[in-house]
């Protein structure tokens, strides 16, 4: 009976969107975005209380935080800010980016869910800026993102040690990012000072560590 009056409850609500969308279409209204906000935070909310109920429904977060984050950055756009379509790109990709380093902060064993997280996190960043920069700028940003992904691979504490071999693609995509990034005219003075200093800093940091 609960399920009956939720399917109902829901088909109210989405045949109540359809008709505020007409009367926003022919004119009559002009807040009908307003009402899909409402709808998209609420089912966020419901698909969040499902993971908080049990935690074991840990795929109830997907869906729950991109329809949280969707219904405010509609909610943002009508009410105070013009956003372009790449923010919400961006918003989406990162909220699912955010989904994954959830499930590993509650589990760190699933060590994979960090490699989703920083591309998502990466590609968010790169869609958000990309009509600021030139091409190479946004591929040196994904290049660098995807390196500091595997270098966070690297680092984590497991319980059969850490994962060495994450080092390797870390260091070929933050290499390739440094070198795409270096062929802007702009930052070529500031790319390979910083290279030089992190470069110094990893050194000074294994000696004193061996030490």
């Known amino acids: 009976m609960k399920i009956l009056l939720s399917r109902v409850t829901w088909g109210v609500l989405l045949i109540l969107g359809g008709a505020l969308l007409l009367l ?53 756009d009508i ?21 994954f380093l959830i499930v590993y902060l509650l589990n760190r064993s699933l060590w994979w869910a960090i490699i989703p997280t920083g591309v998502l996190l990466t590609l968010a ?4 800026f990309e009509p600021l920069g030139s091409e190479n700028v946004t591929g040196g940003i994904f290049f660098l993102g995807l390196g500091l992904t595997f270098s966070a691979v690297a680092l984590l ?21 440094f070198i795409v990034l270096a062929t802007v005219e702009n930052l070529f003075n500031f790319i390979w000072p910083i290279a030089l200093i992190i470069v110094g800093g990893l050194i000074v940091y294994r000696v004193l560590r061996k030490g």
């Open 24 to 76: 926003q279409s022919l004119g009559v209204i002009s807040w009908g975005d307003i009402f899909w906000a409402f709808l998209l935070g609420l089912g966020g909310i419901i698909f969040m209380s499902i993971f908080f109920t049990e935690r074991s429904n840990w795929w109830a977060l997907f869906p729950g935080v991109i329809l949280l984050v969707i219904a405010l950055v509609l909610t943002l």
């Open 157 to 177: 504490p497991l319980p059969e040690g850490k994962m060495k071999w994450a080092w390797i693609p870390a260091g070929i995509l933050g290499l390739m990012g």
């Open 125 to 128: 960043v790169v869609v958000l």
């Open 79 to 99: 009410l105070f800010i013009d956003f372009e379509n790449d923010v919400m790109g961006s918003a989406v990709l990162g909220s699912i980016g955010l989904c």
